[in-house]
């Protein structure tokens, strides 16, 4: 079974920075991505940014340019630099792992609030 574990919100000033950090733990298959999605109350989860096993990374234009994915060596941990943070970043930010074999294919981590202010 995988587990995802996040840490890193909090409650920052606008123009402020934050880094979340996400690990996989159990049996993650080598081919995956990792990502982070963001929500608010009443509103759809939103893709923020993703990045594959090969490195190739993809951002909603809404952050591009001021958030930054990056994933160690083993693969396993998946960080997300936010720079220039904006009142409307703020949001419960969940880490996402999608694997492409294995019986379940997708895995959710618990979230980690975070409340840029103005």
């Known amino acids: 079974q995988v587990q995802l574990v996040e840490s890193g919100g909090g409650l920052v000033q606008a123009g402020g920075s934050l880094r979340l950090s996400c690990a996989a733990s159990?049996?993650?298959?080598?081919?995956?991505?990792m990502g982070w999605y963001r929500q608010n109350p009443g509103k759809q989860r939103e893709l923020v940014a993703t990045?594959?096993?090969?490195?190739?990374?993809k951002y909603s234009e809404s952050v591009k340019g001021r958030f930054t994915i990056s994933r160690d060596n083993t693969g396993r941990t998946v960080y997300l630099q936010m720079n220039s943070l904006k009142p409307e970043d703020t949001a419960v930010y969940y880490c996402n792992l999608e694997l492409f074999s294995g019986s379940q294919r997708d895995f959710w981590g618990q979230g980690t609030q975070v409340t840029v202010s103005s």
């Open positions: 159990g049996r993650v298959f080598s081919i995956n991505v």
């Open positions: 990045m594959s096993n090969t490195g190739y990374a």
